[in-house]
């Protein structure tokens, strides 16, 4: 490994930032001590304003996204209960596959994984449902495998339109503090995530926000559950506490991501993932090659899949890269050597992102994909110099 900094550009674990870490590093506290509760405080009513709820319930656990879709999952709904899902991207199809295994009858509808979710497929088949046996729609916001966002406000419309009571689970693992999500205003029942992308953590929290529908549902749920049942977590929480011995430095870590988010302002993270992930659309553009995603409007402002061209491998360009120190995620599942990942989201600016694809450039060259060096680094110049020398409004005297 050469000298400098490590740039860990996969779509998650993200950077981690030096106020996180020296916030974690700590002796470690007393779970059960009198600190707890005013920490406990402050991180519930910070990651409301993060999933943009006032009535959402936060539930955590030590763990990841994986646990997550698990705690969704049991917590909702019964052994044998139909449920709507889509084979739209790897993390999709698992979502999909938990249920399964934990014993619901998954209608997994296989869709291109260069497409996001159509909320009129989700309409047709609800709106056909007639018996309402479908309990719920499992749905994953922004696919971490491809770089393809579904809109989930329409699926919302959707699910309203079509008079359905099924309740709507949603993967944001990689949309979370990156992307515009709307818990209250798309009325979504139950929103998953982890601490290791947009929330800039280390891996090893799984984080849910709860509705009242879900929470309701969960009095009736029938499915064995015991670590990940969350009526006690819920109702420990509220005293500040937990039911578990809780991952206690990473509360502090978490406290202070929150802050940095709500410093930036959550609209200002959204616009400055938008303008990093263009930066890095132009840069592919100039190389002459495909983004995966072909709907420029479901574009993912977290990470940009690349395609590489016939006869090129996309491992070797992962190989070629961490030669100088840049690491980039690997295509998934049916993406498996056919392309590569740009992750741009988390604790992440403009410079940072001009190195990444200075990187990118030297590394695709290196694996034998004859793009010209410096034409996506001068195309990402452009559209970030487009923003630095747009007019702003000046504040009135």
Known sequence: ????????????????????????????????GPELPALVREIVD??????????????????????????????????????????????????AECARRLGMTVDEVDLPWSHGVPADLVYERLRGDVGHTYRAVLVVHNETS?????????????????RHPALLLVDVVSALGSLDFRFDDWEVDVAVTGAQKGLMLPPGMAILCVGGRAIAASQRATSPRFFFDWRPVLEEMRRGYFT???????????????????????????ARHARLAEAVRCAVGAWDLRIFCEDPRAYSNSL???????????????????RINLSLGAGLGQLKGRAFRIGHLGALGDLEVLATIGGVEMALRMAGVPVPLGSGLAAAQVSLMTYYMAPRPTAPR
């Not at 996204?65 to 993390?91: C, K, R």
């Not at 991952?247 to 410093?263: D, H, K, S, V």
């Open 46 to 95: 910070g990651l409301r304003q993060v999933f943009q709820t006032t009535t959402g319930e936060i539930v955590l656990y030590p763990g990841s996204g994986t646990g997550g879709w698990e705690a969704s999952i049991v917590n909702t709904l019964n052994p044998g209960d139909h449920v709507l899902a889509f084979n739209a991207g790897f993390f999709n199809h698992y979502y």
């Open 1 to 32: 490994m050469t000298a400098g900094r490590y740039f860990l550009q996969i779509p998650g674990p993200t950077n981690v930032p030096d106020r996180v870490l020296r916030a974690m590093d700590r002796p470690v506290p007393d779970h059960r």
């Open 244 to 270: 578990y011995t809780p991952a206690t430095l990473m509360l502090y870590g978490l406290r202070e991501a929150l802050r940095m988010l709500l410093e930036e302002g959550i609209l200002a993270v959204v």
């Open 146 to 162: 491809t770089g393809v966002v579904s809109d989930v406000a329409a699926i919302r419309e959707a699910i309203r339109a079509a």
């Open 304 to 322: 940009t899949a690349v395609v590489v061209p016939d006869g090129a491998n996309a491992d070797a360009v992962l190989r070629a890269a961490e």
